[in-house]
């Protein structure tokens, strides 16, 4: 009788039978699958020598500091509504006590700051405004591509973006140049995959000869994906495989990449904590320099200390590079908890050490 491998229980039990004799480290590079991982409780059911490493994937781990300080200070100044996805509202700047530290804070003090979930909502806002609407973007590509369409389709012309977006493979490409990395093997984030194509993940295998999976977020996809890479590990013959195909095509959505290259250059973007990686961030592209809020408004300066790094004792750098788990850093759970962040990754949804808290991992006493 042939196996059912359709199950995730199917696929566990093949993880569970592989003669994995020496430790592998996997790195989960998206927020969305390390949330899925934990929510599942998969870490829990593997063989004790696997180790799931969350990666980079959570652009708002990974907003630079500036960008942010930039954000509350046009939005404190009082000339726009500035909106943002909810999660960025409530990230701390480095900002000296008394001072006003986070998007939220600003709105607190009567700036005028909305989240919204949708660009489709930054234009409805504009469009029934008198006053400028700025929208903070902060985002992968599966992010950006919709401001892209945005952009491409057309605008009220008192809307403008203020882009903080990133590519995500360079900085995977960084983190595997550096040999302190120290992975085995890589699962390639499915949504960003199914705009730019499973082939742009190619390169891990290619270049570092590590294996690759693009995976979906169900158990059954996470577990296909880490089955496959742990086949490559042991068979010592890395290749990429699409354990996502039903969402991923080869060569991703071309509308939306067509869209990305209307409206945005590539270009070299600083990384918060990480430093510039090159080419690695959107910038509008000329045309579109009328609805970029740099063009179009004059910044001040905030007050701040350590601009432009993650707070001081915060690890999230380390965190976002696989160097560290959350549990590793010394605030985890104690100053640092969901309802009193200290860096970034314990506010966003997709930041490592806030899925581990709710989670339930808890800081050794
Ligand atoms: Fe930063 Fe808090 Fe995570 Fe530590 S626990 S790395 S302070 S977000």
Redesign the pocket.
Known sequence: MREDFTTARAWLERIQALPIEHPVAVMNVCGGHERSLTQLGLRGVLPSNVKLIPGPGCPVCVCPEEDLADAIALALSGQVTLVAFGDMLRVPINAPKGEVRSLAEARAKGADVRPISSPQEAVALAAKSEKPVVFFVAGFETTTAPVAAMLAQGVPENLSVLLAARLTWPAVDALLRDPEARLDALIAPGHVAAVMGANEWGFVAEKYHLPVAVAGFSANSLLAALYSVLRQTLAGKPFLDNCYAELVAPEGNKRAQALLAEVMDVTDANWRGIGVIPRSGFALRAEWRRHDARERFEFSTLPRRHAGE??P????AA?VLGKKQ?DQ?R??GK??TPQN??????VSDE?A?HIWWQGGTRAAA
Do not use: F, R
Not at 341 to 346: N, T
């Open positions: 993650m707070p004792g915060c690890d999230c965190v959350p850093c605030l985890y100053a640092c962040p200290v860096g970034p990754c314990m930041g050490c």
